[in-house]
Structure formats: C-alpha cells, structure tokens
C-alpha cells in the first residue's frame, strides 16, 4: 500500500516552511520515481500551528519540519 505523506497547509504552516518542504517531497518522489509508492495529501489547519512546519507520514506527526529533515523521515 502506498505510504501517505500528509503536508499541513493551512496559513501558519504554509508560511513557516511547507511550501519549500511540499516542493522538496514533490522533487523527491520525481527523481526516486516513487509516485506509485507515496501519495501526498494536502490538510487544512489542524489548530496546532505552533508545532508547524508539520508533516503526518502514515499517521506520525513530525514537527517544525526543515528540508534538511526531509530525506531522512522520508527514508
Ligand atoms: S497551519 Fe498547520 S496546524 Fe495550523
């Protein structure tokens, strides 16, 4: 089954680093050719702005998330 990376996109999240960390998943997932194996769901603000950056992968919460993070919590 696909993993699912779910990417917060409400204000405050947004703003804070999701945009570059959707561009760095979207980039990722191009040049591993893993379209097939992750999904990307956008969300709306989930009221916990102040842990964003946030990313959900298959449920897991991860937390003022960088790019530099991303490659390892993809991995
Ligand atoms: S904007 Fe992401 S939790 Fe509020």
Aim: hydrophobic share 35%.
């Amino acid at each position: 089954m696909a993993k699912e990376i779910k990417v917060c996109m409400g204000s405050a999240c947004f703003a804070k680093g999701n945009l570059d960390n959707l561009n760095f998943i979207k980039q990722y997932i191009e040049n591993n050719n893993l379209e097939s194996e992750i999904k990307i769901i956008g969300s709306l603000c989930e009221n916990k702005c102040e842990n964003g950056p946030r990313i959900i992968v298959d449920g897991v919460e991860y937390k003022n998330v960088t790019t530099e993070q991303l490659e390892g919590i993809i991995k």
